[in-house]
């Protein structure tokens, strides 16, 4: 195992004045709600959901570029949080992120060149020839060739297939072990979307390396991941095996999102479709009682807006939170 996440909550104070936040009358957006699992080393795990579910904050507090409320992650056994900022550094080269909109994450007045060598910078890595070094093989690794060509230009001189690729080089020149990667390919036009896919996952292959890979595309996830957890108003509603879940879901949300895109788009990589499912999702400010999903839910019967259910195991794998199952 490389990471464990423990009761993970992250709640935004939203809605009021300061003075209502000094005096803790505000309200609380509960963007992550309490989450467990564990990431396997060399697995590629998938976050699902509908826009809004916390997918990507749940991503950013797995590298500590948010604090939570409350919770642990736990990487390589020692909580990610009690450690010092000094020695923090060293764990920061180990976890990469990557980011859905490639130009909006890399510095428009920086070349690629320049982008390339500022994480060499701040941890200190190599002298420049070094450094030049570990630039023209990164750029190699992502396909940006011949190098030379690439690090001269800026960010708006390359597509939205190279920017992501300089992105992905740029989290990989750290040598890191984990990478998280928030809906990387879902503002790429369809036919470059594949290309940095396998170029993701034969970087993963040749470093070793484990993903926490958030789409809301079904067919992107049953192609590349290994385990999937299916996210709802902050909480895990199923998690299992990517083909099991996905070919035969048993949460009524899972099944709603499965049936909102076809088996064909899914297996066959069909034009890809924004989840969309019946009625609107709750607010995240005003938390249904019992299951979260229960004023959506077809199949909600009598303990379902009273009571919680947890995420128990009901078949080997695959952990489903749902009164249906007990
Ligand atoms: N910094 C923030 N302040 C207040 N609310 C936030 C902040 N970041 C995210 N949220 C809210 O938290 C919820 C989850 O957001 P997010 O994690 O971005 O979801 P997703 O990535 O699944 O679309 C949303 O309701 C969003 O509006
Ligand atoms: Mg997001």
New binding site residues.
């Given amino acids: 195992m490389l990471i464990e996440v423990r009761d993970l909550r ?1 709640y ?3 809605g009021g004045s300061w003075s209502d936040i000094l005096k803790r009358k505000h309200k609380l ?1 509960r ?2 709600n309490g989450l467990n699992f564990n990431i396997e080393r060399n697995e590629v795990f998938c976050l699902t ?12 507090l797995l590298v500590r570029l ?1 604090k939570p409320t409350s919770g642990q992650v736990i990487f390589e056994e020692k909580n990610i949080y009690d450690i010092a900022p000094r020695e923090f550094r060293k764990y920061r080269k180990e976890m990469q992120i990557i980011f859905q909109d490639p130009y909006e994450s890399l510095n428009p007045r920086m070349s690629i060149y320049e982008l390339l060598e500022e994480p060499l910078r701040i941890h200190n890595i190599g002298d420049d020839e070094e450094r030049l070094d570990l630039i023209y093989r990164s750029l190699r690794d992502v396909g940006l060739e011949p190098p030379r060509d690439f690090m001269v230009r800026y960010p708006y001189q390359l597509s939205g297939g190279q920017r992501q690729r300089v992105m992905i080089a740029r989290a990989m020149i750290l040598n890191p072990k984990f990478l998280v990667a ?2 990387p390919v879902s503002m790429l036009d369809a036919s470059v979307r594949a290309g940095i896919l396998k170029l993701m996952m034969e970087l993963k292959e040749k470093r070793n390396l484990t993903y926490f890979f ?1 789409t ?1 595309d079904l067919s992107v996830a049953y192609h590349i991941c290994d385990r999937i957890a299916v ?1 709802y108003l ?1 909480k895990i509603v199923e998690l299992g095996p990517t083909y099991r879940v996905i070919l035969d879901p048993l949460h009524p949300y899972t099944k709603a999102l499965v049936e909102a895109v076809s088996r064909g788009e899914i297996m066959y990589r069909r034009r890809p479709k924004d989840i969309s499912i019946k009625g609107e999702v709750s ?2 400010i005003d938390i249904p009682s019992g299951c979260v999903f229960h004023p959506r839910c077809t199949e909600a019967f009598e303990p379902c807006d009273k009571e919680e259910p947890e995420l128990i195991e009901v078949e080997k794998d695959r952990f489903v939170a749902c009164h249906l199952y007990k």
């Fill in positions: 992250k935004f104070p939203v957006l963007a992550v959901g509908e826009s809004g579910c916390g997918k990507s904050t749940t991503g950013r948010l928030d809906e958030i809301h996210m902050g607010n995240p």
